[in-house]
DNA sequence: GTCAACATGGAATGTTCGTTCTAAATGTGG
DNA sequence: CCACATTTAGAACGAACATTCCATGTTGAC
C-alpha cells in the first residue's frame, strides 16, 4: 500500500484515451512516453498482440506496458487494449464490405443496382487519392495565386466544363468576379483577350484532352497571366504551362467517370479564395 | 494416424475463407454449420474473443472450434482467428480519423488545408448517405421510364446545372439523344414543347429552388411527360409532379455544397440507362 | 556526497489459453 | 436390430499469458 495511487476513473473510448495521453505526455517517465507514442502511432498493435509482443516491438517490458495502463486507471493492460480493440470493432466497415453484405443477404442486385454501386464506390476511391494526392502547400499557393487576381478565367472545355460553371456559380454567389470561358464558341478568345498579368486563369482538362484549353492556357500564360491548372495526368499539356497544377485521377467505373472528386475539390478551391480575400480584405481595409 | 486428412491450403485471407465456408456450407456436420453461421455472423467476436468465449457465445464447445478451424486446412483455431484478426486490419480507417492524424503529426493545417479537407470528408458522408437513402426499386424505375424516352430533357438552372450539362455530355458520347434545358433564356420553353408523353424528363433542383425548373417540370407532367427528379429535400417542388424522385443530401462545409455524390448519382443514372437501352436493343432487334 | 523517491528491468507466479485425447452419442447401411 | 463410422462433449495437459514483485538503476533535493 506504498503507492497512493490516483484512483481516476479509466478513459472509457479510443478517443478519450488518445486525449488523455496526449494531455499527459510531458509528465509521464521516458519508458512510458516510449509506450505512449508506440500505442499511438500503432493502435492495431496493440489491439492484436500480446503484452509480450508488443513489449518487444516497443522495446520495453511488458511490466512497463502493465504500468502505463495502470497509470491511466486500468486495471492491468488488458483493460487498455480491451480500448483499442472496441475501436476497431465500432469503426465502421469498408464501402464494399457493406456492398457485398447487401449482395449477400438480399436478392442478388440489378444491373442497374450494382451499377450505381458502382460509382458511388469509385467516387469514394477517387476522394481518398485526391486527398492523398493534393499537396497543402501547392493548394495553398493555388489559393494565393487566385485570390489576388483581379479577374478569375475559368477555361474548360466537353468533359471538365460542369467544374467550372460550377465553380463560376459559386464565384458568382462570393462576389469573386470570374469569367466563364468556353460557353458559345466564337466569344472565347475576345473574352480572353481582355486578360492581363493582374488576373489569373483556371483551367481544368481531363483526357481526352481539348486542345483549345491547352492552347488558350498557353497563350494566356505567354502574356504574363498566372494559370493554375487541375488536370488527370502528369502528362497533360496544361501542366507545362501552368504556375501550379493538380493531379486528379477519378476513378473509374466500367469506363466512366463521375467528376465527385473533381467537383469536391473544386469547391474546396472556390471557397478559400473567396475566404482568402474575406481576410485579406478585413487586414487592410480600404 | 487414423484420419486421412486431406491436407489442402488454408484460405489466405476472409474473403477467400468466406468463400469456403459457403461452398462448404452443405457438407459440413450439425455443430460445424453452427460455427461457420456464427463466425459469418459476428466475425469481430471471432477476431477478439478466445476459443472459450467464442465457444460460449456460439453454444458449441471450443474443441468444436478447433475441429472447425481444421476442417478448412488450419493448424487449429488460432490460424483462423488470425484471418479475422488480419481483415481488420486491412481495413482502412475512416476518413475522419485519418484527417485528425494529419494534423496531430504534421504543424496544425492551414486554413485553405483544412477547407479542402472539410470538403473531401463531406463528400464522402454525402456519399454514404446517398447509398443509405436510394432505394434500389426507384431507381430502376427511373432508369426504365427513362430508358424508353425518345428524348430525354435535362432541367436545370444555377446550382443543379452542372449536373445536367454533364449528363448531356456523357449522354451525348453515349449515343443517348437528349436536350439541356437551362443553357439560353428564352428558347427554353420552345425547346420544351416539342416533348411528348414519349419523351421523358429529369430535372434536378436544389434549394433555394428555381421556381422556373418547378414551372417547367410541372408543365411537361401535365402534358403527359414522364417525369423523373433529383433533389435535396421532401419538401421540393419537383417532388410532387415527378413519377419518381431521389433525395440526396450533400452535406456541406462552412454552408458551402459539392455536387460530389449528386455528380456520382448522375453518372450511375446516365451509365445505367445507356446500358439498358443497349440490352434492350439486342434482346429486341430492328 | 547522501539519501529519498521514483523509474526500470527481469524473473517468478498463478491463471487462462488452445489444443489434444478419449469416451459417449449419434447417425447409417445392411 | 446390429455393426460401423462419424460426430460430439468434456476432461486433461502443456504452453503462453498478464501480472506481480523485488532488486537495481536513475534522478534531484539538500
Redesign the interface.
Known sequence: MAVNAEKIAPPQDFEALRAAILERRRELPKRLVQVAAYALDNP?EI??GTAASIAESAEVQPSTLVRFAQQFGFDGFSGLQQIF?AR??E?????E??LRTLEQNGAP?????S??????A???RS??A??GS?N?AA??QA?EILAKAETIYLIAK??S???S??MA??FGKLKVKSALVGTSAGIDDDLLSFAGPRDAAFAVSFSPYASESAGQARALALRGVPVVSLTDSVFSPLAECSRVWFEVAEAD??G??????S??????????IA??RR?DAQERPG
Open positions: 492495431d489491439a492484436f480493440r476497431l470493432k469503426r465502421t466497415s469498408s464501402y464490405e457493406r442486385l440489378s444491373e442497374s443496382a451499377i450505381f454501386n458502382g460509382f458511388v469509385a467516387a469514394h476522394l481518398d485526391l486527398a493534393v497543402a493548394f495553398e489559393v466537353r468533359r466544363y460542369p467544374i460553371s460550377y456559380y459559386a467505373h466500367a466512366f467517370r463521375s467528376l465527385s472528386a467537383m469536391a475539390f473544386a469547391m474546396a478551391l472556390t471557397v478559400s475566404e482568402k481576410r
